[in-house]
């Protein structure tokens, strides 16, 4: 979390108090969305999660240098990514 200059009450603030929740795109995942500002710039901080109803496990949290549209579809090359890193991790099983 630190690498993305993230702390732990900010990632608990989006998953208390989100803006915005979407589908993951990993799946059986949700993601949730909080805005934030700096003093110089407005940005995301993103959670992305499996929800069982009694129990959340956190998969991935990062921070969106920007805002993004409420639905708004992935680049191409971030799916390919995806894709690669999906099937690479196949082959290792």
């Known amino acids: ?5 993230l702390s732990e009450h900010r990632v608990r603030k989006a998953l208390n108090y989100p803006d915005r929740v979407e ?4 799946e059986g995942t949700v993601a949730m969305m909080k805005r ?3 003093t ?13 109803g009694k129990s959340r496990k956190i998969i991935s949290a990062w921070r969106y240098p920007g805002i993004t549209e ?11 990514e995806i894709e690669e890193a999906s099937f690479d991790a196949g082959d290792s099983l």
């Open 1 to 5: 979390m630190h690498q993305h200059f």
């Open 23 to 26: 589908k993951g795109i990993a």
């Open 36 to 38: 934030e500002k700096s």
């Open 40 to 52: 110089k710039k407005e940005f995301e901080v993103w959670v992305m999660l499996v929800d069982n």
């Open 70 to 80: 409420p639905g708004e579809p992935l680049p191409e090359t971030i799916l390919r």
